[in-house]
């Protein structure tokens, strides 16, 4: 298939490059031109004009930021690029489906994104184009290993038929394909990394008791972990966790949830711990630094 990134960040990236490894005539396409010549060297398709990107394309793949600032995930990137992608949108010829990889609060593409293509382009959604909701589950150290090699694959779509086109794209991934619609696929991800986020904090909260009680928390947690029901991700205590994803994702979904009037006590009490623990261990280092 044709296949346009838009965003050639590490989700665009893994995405673009995983793709192409499976036979799909990939383009990426980003401002910034450094990235953009770092694929053209790698020998990937890059391109700076949206209407290339847009025209050379069965699917899109928007994978832009979408940072969290002020406990408020910031539409900013994913505003201006689906404008962008909208407007060309409605010039081109064809049925194209707008996919969106990138992480976004339940509603979002159905109350944002897909207004916005529609507006922008005069297109109706879900009958002159499709949009679906792809999110990523990727490491960030590991982002093409786990695309390559997924868990599951999950499709929130508008309409039938750009469901149908991912998941002949996804055919010969060997993992489950789930279809929803577009808000459960996001909340999908938000249940995921709120999830994690929950496990790390529980087991650094283990971590700062066992420091209390004189026992070694690094035992304790690995013995915990081999009940096939826990697992060893994220059990080592005494690191808060940080990166792109779980902070955000966390403080981003916290005020989401408030918003509607939901208390969200124990995704609140994660985020409490995770700032404790940076300071127990900040603590703990100074102690052993006087010793």
């Known amino acids: 298939m044709k296949i346009s990134i838009i965003g050639a960040g590490v989700t665009g990236q893994a995405t673009g490059i995983g793709l192409a490894k499976h036979g799909n005539n990939v383009i990426f396409y980003d401002i910034d031109k450094k990235k953009l010549a770092k694929l053209k060297q790698r020998g ?12 050379e394309s069965e699917i899109l793949f928007i994978c832009v930021p979408t940072p969290t600032v002020d406990g408020q995930m910031d539409f900013s990137y994913m505003r201006k690029a689906t404008i962008n992608i909208a407007r060309v949108l409605g010039k081109a010829k064809g049925y194209r489906v707008l996919a969106v990889r990138s992480t976004v609060l339940p509603s979002t593409t159905r109350c944002k994104i897909a207004p916005l293509l529609e507006k922008y382009s005069k297109l109706k959604a879900g009958q002159e184009f499709g949009v679906c909701m792809n999110p990523e589950f990727l490491r960030e150290q590991y982002a093409l290993q786990d695309f390559l090699d997924p868990s599951r694959i999950v499709i ?28 459960s696929a996001e909340m999908i991800k938000y249940a995921a990394n709120c999830f994690l986020a929950t496990k790390i904090s529980f087991f650094n909260e283990v971590h700062m008791v066992c420091q209390k009680l004189g026992l070694d928390s690094s035992f304790v947690s690995k013995v915990t972990s081999l009940d096939p029901r826990i697992g060893s991700y994220g059990i080592h205590g005494g690191r808060p966790f940080s990166g792109k994803c779980l902070p955000k994702d966390l403080e981003a979904f916290i005020s989401h949830v408030k918003d509607r009037g939901i208390n969200p006590k124990l995704l609140e009490a994660v985020s409490t711990v995770n700032k404790e623990i940076a300071s127990f261990s900040n603590g703990c280092a100074k102690k052993k630094t006087q010793m």
């Open 44 to 55: 990937y398709r890059a391109t700076w004009e949206i209407l290339k990107a847009v025209c």
């Open 156 to 183: 929130g779509e508008l309409d039938k038929q750009s469901g149908d086109m991912l998941e002949k794209l996804y055919a010969h991934f060997n993992a489950p394909i789930f279809r929803t619609d577009l808000d």
